[in-house]
C-alpha cells in the first residue's frame, strides 16, 4: 500500500484488492484472499455502518454450508451459531384462525441455525482483521473511479463534514481515493455503485429486472415459558390479500429472544398498502399475539431484499472488478436464505482474483469468476428455485399450486422460466384501489413508526446534505400526490417523507433524511423512479446491535 496526494486534495491509497461492503460476502471474499496468499497481497474491506455488523438485518436462519468451505472449524473458532434449527413449521393464515400446511422442502431447516446475522457479521470482522484484512468501518464509497480506458481503477469515499448546503463546513475532510486493480463490489441488495456499474457496463442486458421484497423486522424479549429455542415458524396469507406476495417469520433466538418479521414484496399494486402496518396487524392475530403478552421488544429495522432469483442475476464481472453477494442477487426465495449463496459467490470470485494475480499479466476481466460460479452447488440451488416466486404473480393459490407441482412433480428442472418485471411498474393508481384502513398503535403490542426507529439507534449528523436525491422536485405533488396519493408516506418503514403545507397552503414533499434506515425501498418502489438513494455522511444510519 502507498500513499500520496491528489491535486483535488484527495489523499490515495493503493491496494490489490478493494472490497466495497463489510457484510458476509464482502468479508468471505477478503478473508478467502488472505487464506489463499497471506500478506502477499493487500486486501481492504469498506462498510458505510459505524462499524461492521452495524447495517446488517437478516432473519436469519443460517445454512453454514458456504461457511464451513471458509472455514471447516468454525464452531471451534466461536462463529456465533449456537442455535440449531429444533422445529419448522409452516401455515396459512385467515383472519381468525391458523391451519398448519405440509412444510416444503426448500424451508426445512434442520442442520441450519437461529442466528444474528450481524453477529456473524461482526465475527467474520475479526478473522478478517486477524488475517491482515484492512478494514475501513464508516467510510462509505461514494464514486466509482475509471482510468482512462474506462475500465474501473478504484472508488472514493465520501467526503466528511460538509453542510446541509453542500458546502465544506469547519471539520471538512475530503474523501479517499482507494485504487487497485480489482474492485469488488459486495454492498448488498440495492447497492448505489453496484447499480452504476450495471449501468455503467450494461450488466443487465440479457437479465431481468431485479425485483424486491421489503423485510420488516422487531425482536422481543418473551416469557421463558414460551421460548423454544431453534423453533422457526413461518406463515402466509392473512393480513395480505391474495393478490400480494408475503409472508412472516417468527425465530426462536437464544436467550428468551425471538425474530419476529414480515416480507412483502414489493412488487404489490395498492398504493395504499404499508408493509410497516402489514407486521403490526400480523402480531394481532389470535394465534400469534398470546406469544408476546408480558413481552418487551427491544430492536427494529428494515432492509430490501432479492427475490428475483436466478434470472434476474446480472453479468457478474466488468473490466476491473466484480460483482458478489446481494449486490448481484443470489438469494433463494423459497428458502428465504441468501447468506450461504452470497458467501459462496464470494469464496468462487476470490479464487478467481488469486488465479488473475499469479497471471504475469492480470487480465481485466475476472471470468474465471462466473465459470466457477455456475459449475457449483449454490448455482444450482437457485436453477431449481427460480420460477417459483415469479408464479405468485398468479396470487397466493396459484402460486402455492404451481411451487408444489415444481417442487415434488418437476424437482425444479422445468424446461421454461419465468420472467420478471420491475417492482415499480405494478404500482395501481389510487382511484382504482381499495383503501386500507389500519388500526392506530396500543403501543405495548403495536407501533408507530417513530418509536420503532428509535430502536434503530441511528447516528446521523443532521448538518450533512440530504442523501435523497430527487430527479424531478415536481413529481411528488404532480404524479405521486395526484395520481398515488403520496404512497412514499406508507412504503418507507421509517417515517421519512411526508407532505406538509408550505406557507401558501401548497403541499410539498419534506424527507426527513435523518430518519433512514437504508432499507432502499424509496430507491426501488418509486412509482417514477425519482428518488435516487446515496449513502449519507460516513456512520450514518441504524446501529444495529442483534439483527
Known amino acids: ?14 491496494f490489490d484488492v478493494v472490497i466495497v461492503g463489510g457484510g458476509v460476502a464482502g468479508l468471505t471474499c477478503a478473508i478467502r484472499l488472505k487464506q489463499a496468499v497471506g500478506q502477499v497481497i493487500s486486501v481492504c474491506v469498506l462498510d458505510k455502518g459505524s462499524e461492521v455488523g452495524a447495517h446488517i438485518l437478516s432473519g436469519a436462519v443460517i445454512d453454514p454450508k458456504a461457511l464451513t468451505e471458509l472455514f471447516s472449524d468454525w464452531a471451534e473458532r ?8 429444533t422445529k419448522d413449521t409452516f401455515a396459512l ?21 437461529v442466528a444474528s446475522l450481524g453477529a456473524l457479521t461482526r465475527w467474520l470482522g475479526e478473522q478478517a482483521e486477524n488475517l491482515g484484512v484492512e478494514i475501513f468501518a464508516g467510510f462509505p464509497a461514494s464514486e ?10 478504484g472508488v472514493a469515499t465520501g467526503d466528511m463534514g460538509r453542510t446541509d448546503t453542500g458546502e465544506p463546513g469547519p471539520n471538512f475532510e475530503p474523501g479517499v481515493e482507494l485504487l487497485a486493480p480489482y474492485t469488488i463490489l459486495a454492498e448488498g441488495c440495492r447497492g448505489s455503485l453496484s447499480e452504476q456499474v450495471m449501468r455503467q457496463f450494461n450488466l443487465r442486458e440479457d437479465a431481468c429486472p431485479q425485483t424486491y421484497g421489503l423485510g420488516i423486522k422487531e425482536v422481543w424479549e418473551i416469557a421463558p415459558e414460551k421460548h423454544k429455542p431453534g423453533l422457526v415458524v413461518h406463515t402466509v396469507g392473512w393480513p395480505l390479500t391474495t393478490d400480494t406476495y408475503g409472508g412472516s417469520f417468527l425465530y426462536h ?9 414480515f416480507i412483502t414484496g414489493l412488487d404489490y399494486a395498492n398504493p395504499y398498502l404499508s408493509p410497516f402496518e402489514e407486521l403490526q396487524r400480523f402480531k394481532t392475530h389470535p394465534k400469534i399475539r398470546p406469544l408476546f403478552e408480558g413481552a418487551k421488544r427491544v430492536a427494529y429495522g428494515a432492509r430490501a431484499l432479492n427475490e428475483g432469483g436466478l434470472q434476474s442475476i446480472p453479468k457478474l464481472i466488468f473490466p476491473g472488478g466484480a460483482l458478489i453477494g446481494a449486490a448481484a442477487g443470489f438469494m433463494n426465495v423459497p428458502r428465504i436464505k441468501g447468506s450461504h449463496t452470497a458467501m459462496k459467490s464470494a469464496i468462487e470470485c476470490a479464487d478467481a482474483i488469486v488465479k488473475a494475480l499469479n497471471q504475469d499479466t492480470p487480465p481485466l476481466e475476472l471470468v474465471a469468476y462466473p465459470k466457477s ?5 449454490a448455482w444450482i440451488e437457485l436453477s431449481k428455485a427460480r420460477n417459483i416466486r415469479p408464479a405468485f404473480r398468479l396470487g397466493l393459490w396459484a402460486g402455492i399450486a404451481y411451487g408444489a407441482f415444481d417442487t415434488y412433480i418437476l424437482r425444479g428442472r422445468a424446461p421454461w422460466t419465468f420472467k420478471h418485471f420491475a417492482d415499480h411498474l405494478h404500482s395501481e393508481r389510487a382511484a382504482k384501489a381499495q ?4 388500526p392506530k398503535p396500543d403501543g405495548v403490542l403495536t407501533f408507530d413508526r417513530l418509536s420503532s426507529v428509535h430502536l434503530a439507534n441511528i447516528g446521523s449528523n443532521e448538518a450533512q446534505p440530504c442523501h435523497l436525491k430527487l430527479k424531478d422536485s415536481a413529481a411528488p405533488i404532480t404524479t405521486n400526490l395526484i395520481l398515488y396519493d403520496g404512497p412514499e408516506t406508507r412504503y418507507c418503514p421509517a417515517g421519512v417523507f411526508e407532505f406538509l403545507n408550505d406557507e401558501k397552503g401548497t403541499k410539498r414533499l419534506h424527507m426527513n433524511a435523518a430518519n433512514c434506515i437504508h432499507c432502499k425501498t424509496c430507491d426501488i418502489k418509486d412509482p417514477g423512479q425519482n428518488i435516487i438513494w446515496s449513502p449519507p455522511e460516513g456512520g450514518s444510519g441504524p446501529n444495529y446491535q442483534n439483527m
Open 93 to 113: 393464515l385467515t383472519k381468525n384462525k391458523a391451519f398448519k400446511l405440509l412444510t416444503p422442502p426448500q424451508m426445512k431447516n434442520r442442520g441450519n441455525f
Open 253 to 261: 433466538m437464544a436467550d428468551n429472544l425471538i425474530s419476529v418479521g
Open 373 to 377: 460460479l455456475k459449475a457449483s452447488w
Open 78 to 85: 466461536g462463529a456465533p451459531l449456537t442455535t440449531p434449527v
Open 144 to 153: 466509482i473511479l475509471y482510468d482512462d480506458k474506462g475500465s474501473v481503477k
Open 1 to 14: 500500500m502507498t500513499n500520496d496526494h491528489t491535486p483535488a486534495g484527495r489523499e490515495t491509497m493503493d
Open 435 to 438: 383503501h386500507i384502513k389500519y
